[in-house]
């Protein structure tokens, strides 16, 4: 358990305990009637603008309701169950929509009244400069939110409904959409007016707060943005031309490098260990969602891309819900920099029909000559082939030959993905913990296994035989799913106290993230050179060391610049958000791509069954958010989004 002082988990803590109400007012309320007339209700109603950033999208707790981490939407993540949107099934009327809309409205809300309170001298009840402070973070999350919704609801010029005030009630929501560059405008004057206030501290003092270093960055997204716009065309499928921008791409390159000036860089204690609890406030971590290991004030994420044998205290276990696609991990290159390729591990790869591929996954049921397992292991394997590719097989080197594909590659792949027959995982087993045995178990991942959660007594079992170092365990419907899975933000060990509530802070904005931005704008001012730069500091950090970049041309250095966003960034939720800006979103999650077919249900990577489907819907167009029916219903003056269905 990390040790809080006053951060504002620790305000949010206290504020839910006391007879204050961080929603500040009934669901029809918006506005607050006395939140803001003492210090320590002022620092709880900040907190609450804060506290929308839970509970929604990335940081969502409920796949149930398909508000999911944004992971599984973009191309490097797949889902488990059906989710309208990627299944191309999704209108107007989808709560997905909906939740959204209302979520980021409801942090703007919130924010509006916190600058209305913090705005004059003497608001708040606090001290001068503690005001300006408080003023600038909700400027700040006010852009953010503004951001959120400009770019999913707001592109192609739609924009989204500008509310600077605050508001009685929900039916004063009555505003139409303003032009996509005026919601711009009000997110660059917001990040402005915190960079210009001298009591908004360049770096922040409480991890978890916005701080000058953070409206940088967000303001240099901002300019990237606009200044470099992908015209996807969604006719065709792809993007048709490049509006650019240079003034403000300038503008974005400034942003970009004023963010060091404010104590951010690169951390150099290794890659892996930057997504740990330890390192969750290291030099690199700008602007991060904070978390407790407290039910309801942890992250989620590892609840829903952990498998069965990662385990907390209290026996509950990962879902396997998502996982990493079968085209990031064959993103990440030969340590060389080589481009991976099948092809050099099995030759034919893509020829054999993506089922039958299955073949080269199977797990040996022979060493050194001797059978492996039991006969239940041993039936299973078999079961899993096919008299046409049964000679594929190779009963005692499947596990030698698929290791050769995850060796000499970029470490970030086994830094980020548990990789078939490759490193093992750490984990837990309920029948040893319950019997006071706390030793983390080692864990393999083969396939197939007995079942979605079989335990290491039944693994023992006489028909199975495994012991030493155990199969992982996964999810699905009586038998166990097979796919990539995430290490990134899992625990190993009993590490986690709970596991659905990780103590791990969440990243919105780090420096590699602003560094991949600053190289995009500074390839489309044709600085290729400086453009590469970038890109190689990422790629060159201790515990990566991956080959420095050259770019040939804007084409080349534009590809190589978000293949190393992919790389880089997977499992943060990033990806989705910049497939759709740059327009490559059908392209790299619905059309087939690297080889692959949308959801085929390959062996590698895809759920071998259970996916819900991706497919780019017929009649509504997916690379923009619609204005949610309900929305259209409540208020006549909004428009509907064009290229939907209402």
Known sequence: MKKIIYSLLSILLCGLQSCVDLDMAPYNQVASGNMWSNAALTNQGVAGVYAKMRGWGVYSTSYSYNVVPFECLGMTGEAYRSIPYTSGTA????????????????????????????????????????RLRLLSESKFLRAYYYMRLNELYGRYGLGVPIYTEPLASVEDCTKGQSPESEVWDLIVQDLTDCINEPNFPDHYKEK??????????????????????????????????????????????????????????????????????????????????????????????QKYCGTRSMMDRENNTGFSYYAPSPAIVDLYEYKDGTPFDWNDIIPGYFDVPALDRLVYFLRDTIADGQLVGGTALRKAVKNKMKVSNEHLYLSGGNEARLKKAWENRDPRLNYNVIMPYGEEFLGGDGDMYKAGNTTPVPYVYRWPVRQSSHSVKAQEAADWGVTGKYDLK?????????????RKFVMEGYDCEYAYNSPIDEPILRYAYVLLMWSEALLQLDELDAAAEKVNMIRQRTSVEMPPYTFASKEDGLNKIRNESRRELINESVNFYEELRWGTLRETKY????????????????????????????????????????????????????????
């Not at 509006?112 to 003497?122: F, K, M």
């Not at 062996?603 to 009649?619: A, L, M, P, R, Y």
């Open 91 to 130: 209108g107007a009327d989808n709560g997905f929509f909906s939740t959204m809309w209302k979520n980021l409205y409801e942090g703007v809300h919130r924010a509006n009244d916190a600058i209305a309170n913090l705005s004059e001298v003497g608001g708040g009840g606090v001290d001068e400069e503690t």
């Open 208 to 301: 978890g707060r916005a701080c000058k270093g953070a409206a940088y960055a967000l303001r240099g997204r901002a300019y990237l943005m606009q200044g470099a716009k992908y015209n996807y065309n969604n006719a065709v499928g792809k993007v048709e031309s490049t509006t650019i921008d240079a003034s403000l791409l300038r503008l974005a390159v400034a942003d970009f490098e004023k963010v060091k000036g404010c104590g951010f860089d690169l951390f150099q204690g290794g890659y892996k260990e930057l997504f740990t609890e330890e390192n969750e406030a290291c030099i690199e971590m700008i602007f991060s969602l904070q978390n407790i290991s407290k039910p309801d004030y942890g992250s989620a994420i």
């Open 474 to 486: 996964q999810d699905g419907n009586g038998e166990a799913e097979f796919a990539y899975r995430h």
């Open 591 to 646: 059309s087939t791509y690297m080889g692959y077919e949308p959801c085929a249900h390959t062996c590698n990577g895809q759920q071998s069954s259970g996916n819900g489907g991706v497919k780019w819907s017929e009649t509504n167009d997916y690379s923009i958010f619609p204005v949610p029916s309900a929305e259209i219903e409540k208020n006549p003056n909004l428009k509907k989004t064009p290229g939907w269905l209402y």
